[in-house]
């Protein structure tokens, strides 16, 4: 598995990152533990979760997938073979929510009990908070950076514009900037990231990590009507995708896959990896066999034809 650098910061990754959403959701506890061993196995890094995951489950609250983590990494002995990647700010189960310093600080206390380390290696700002000066939150990231706990900070689901204001604001008031940004991107959600993000992304030399990046499983290539998607624990991410140009992306992926004899997941996520902007994308799985598919497209070298056929078919 060849890393790559994140952004400017000495954080290396593998071209794939594992997305912890499924821990104690659609993966137990002991099928999470065995997906977190084969990963590592796979020479896969960075594993990213949230506070917040899973809190829109039937009975969570959130932290769920912090707290799987935590136990794995005290019974395994390898928290040092993981890039730890956490977040704050999304509503959680008890309605709290945002950046303000205090809320940053405690969270992070909070997270990291669970986790169960004694550092966060990557803390996003999950959203952004327009009712929180981003003076105070970069000051509340440069206090956990000082004390040792947190390595470094990212963004996600911010604006181009207020991407763009916050690295603004760290190089004028001297706090700790965003190294890397995760936005929403797929060969469905294309416009979001390429209209204006990828322009600030670049010209800052940030880090991109995608989540979504299989369009919650949209793009694997097991959903193919309706009525599979009403099958599925995700339907209510899933609606949107089946649409006519939806079926033209998956015709195009299947065409790719076929010609490479390899998964349409394993193809979509080529695909991100091959845009020159991206660092990795995120995406999980449930068994053994869907994670090694994933790992299967950090080898997968797409041609120049394959590369347009994709953008061809996915076009706005």
């Known amino acids: 598995m060849q890393y790559r650098k994140l952004g400017q910061s000495s954080i290396e990754i593998a071209p794939i990152v594992f997305g912890g959403n499924v821990f104690g959701w659609t993966a137990d506890e002991q099928q999470s533990f065995k997906l977190l061993d084969a990963l590592v196995d796979l ?43 956490t977040k704050v700010g999304m509503p959680m189960g008890d309605g709290s929510e945002g950046l ?66 916050a690295l603004k604001v760290a190089k004028a008031e001297n706090l700790p900037q965003y190294i890397a940004h995760q936005p929403e991107y797929n060969l469905f959600d294309r416009a979001g990231y390429e209209s204006a993000l990828e322009k600030v992304c670049q010209q800052n030399e940030l880090g991109v990590v995608t989540y979504f990046s299989l369009a919650s499983g949209f793009l694997s290539g097991k959903y193919h009507s309706k009525a599979d998607l009403e099958k599925s624990q ?12 939806g079926e033209q992306i998956l015709a195009a992926l299947a065409k790719v896959a076929d010609a490479h004899q390899v998964p349409m997941a394993t193809v979509a996520l080529a695909w ?32 120049d034809e394959d590369m347009s056929a994709l953008n061809e078919a996915s076009n706005e």
Request: glycine share 6%; proline share 3%; net charge neutral.
């Open 234 to 245: 995700r339907k209510d991410f899933l609606g949107k995708y089946m649409t006519p140009r």
């Open 100 to 165: 303000k310093k205090d809320y940053i600080i405690k969270s992070a206390e909070e997270s990291l009990k669970r986790l169960q380390t004694d550092h966060i290696d990557l803390y996003y700002a999950h959203k952004d908070d327009t009712n929180t000066p981003l003076e105070e939150t970069l000051g509340a990231f440069e206090t956990l950076i000082k004390d040792g706990k947190v390595g470094a900070i990212a963004s996600s689901n911010y604006s181009a514009e207020r991407l763009s204001e």
């Open 43 to 85: 020479g896969i890094n960075m594993v990213d979760t949230a506070n917040v995951y899973s809190a829109w489950a039937p009975g969570h609250v959130g932290g769920e997938s912090e707290s799987i983590m935590g136990r794995w990494f005290a019974k395994s002995g390898k928290r040092d073979k993981v890039v730890v990647a």
């Open 272 to 303: 991100i990896m091959h845009r020159p902007s991206v660092t990795a994308p995120i995406a999980s799985a449930t068994s053994i066999s869907q994670l090694e598919q994933l790992a299967q497209a950090a080898t997968l070298s797409l041609s």
